[in-house]
Every structure is written in C-alpha cells, then in structure tokens.
C-alpha cells in the first residue's frame, strides 16, 4: 500500500485509497476531506488557502477520537517562498467537562497531574469538551492507532466523578 500517488503537475500527495484501506482494516472510518472543520480547531486562514483533510473517525474505550491533518499555503511576499504549514490533529470527545481550577492550568499540565504522559511531539489542548493533540507533520499510520488509544485510555481511567456536565463542542441544549 503506498502512502502517496503521483498528481498532475509532477506533484505528489498522500493516497485517500490507502487511507481508506487502513481505516477499514483498523475500524475508523475514512472521509477524504473535512471542511466542515474550517475554524474549530485553528483559526480561520485569512489570505492563501486551507484544507482539512484524512478525517478519521473511531470509538476507542467508549470515546470518540478523530484525527486529520490540516494544511496552509500562503504565497510569499515580494518574491519570498511560500509558506506552508501541515499539522497532524487527533481529538479525543471527553465525558464531560473538567472541573474549573483544571481547565485554567491547561490540557497538558491536566493530563500530567492526572497520570497521563502525552505523546512524543504532541501539544495539547482543552477546546470545549475535546482534548486536541496537535504537532508538526503529517498523521502517520504506523503510530496513529497507538497514540489515539493511549489518549483515549487516558481519559476513559479518570473516574466520572472527577467530570462536570457539560454541552458537547459548547452547545446550549434546546429550549
């Protein structure tokens, strides 16, 4: 199975084929692009162009957990090169929302005084009721199914006691 495929215009991409084939074999589901998630994680990129996309989607340890990759392009200014960006998510949905005094130390000092650790070159961050690993690089196959489940386990050994009620992503419940 070969990660990318060569594209018009001699450029290479990485193989929604592929990535459907793993998601299928692995139980994740697979949708080649996700712009349904413009703005929810990364700000909104206000000149050149962004895309989301390798949305996978699974339940690990009762939770949902979903992972993408997100990707920049600008062109560069006065003959500059351009600038690209491409960062690899994966989102853990929490059972609740965690209690004020942890939300205000942040998600990876939470995770740290709970037990957890945090995976290798991740950054962690609490956006509503959803842990955000995000890093540098594309999502890599070989460690994505590890790295998910280790978040996922994470989250799901905190005792339900320790999690408020909450709305997922922020909604209000309807009136």
Do not use: C
């Not at 594209?7 to 692995?26: M, N, P, T």
């Amino acid at each position: 199975m070969d990660e990318y495929v060569l594209r018009e215009g001699g450029r290479f991409e990485r193989d929604s084929a592929a990535w459907a084939q793993w998601a299928s074999d692995h139980g994740w589901t697979y949708q080649p692009a996700a712009p349904e998630l413009a703005g929810r994680y990364e700000p909104v990129f206000s000149t050149g162009a962004e895309r989301y996309h390798h949305l996978l989607t699974t339940e690990l340890h009762g939770l949902p957990v979903a992972a993408f990759e997100h990707q920049k392009f600008q062109q560069g200014k006065n003959g500059a090169e351009p600038l690209r960006s491409l960062l690899s998510f994966i989102v853990v949905r929490l059972p609740g929302l965690p209690p004020d005094e942890y939300i205000k130390m942040g998600a990876e000092k939470t995770i740290r005084k709970l037990g957890g650790t945090i995976p290798s070159g991740y950054y962690l961050k609490l956006v509503g009721d959803e842990l955000v690993a995000r890093r540098s690089g594309a999502l890599d196959r070989r460690t994505l199914q590890s790295q998910s489940e280790l978040q996922a386990l994470q989250i799901a050994s905190v005792p339900t006691s320790f999690w408020r009620p909450g709305f997922p992503n922020g909604a209000k419940p309807q009136d």
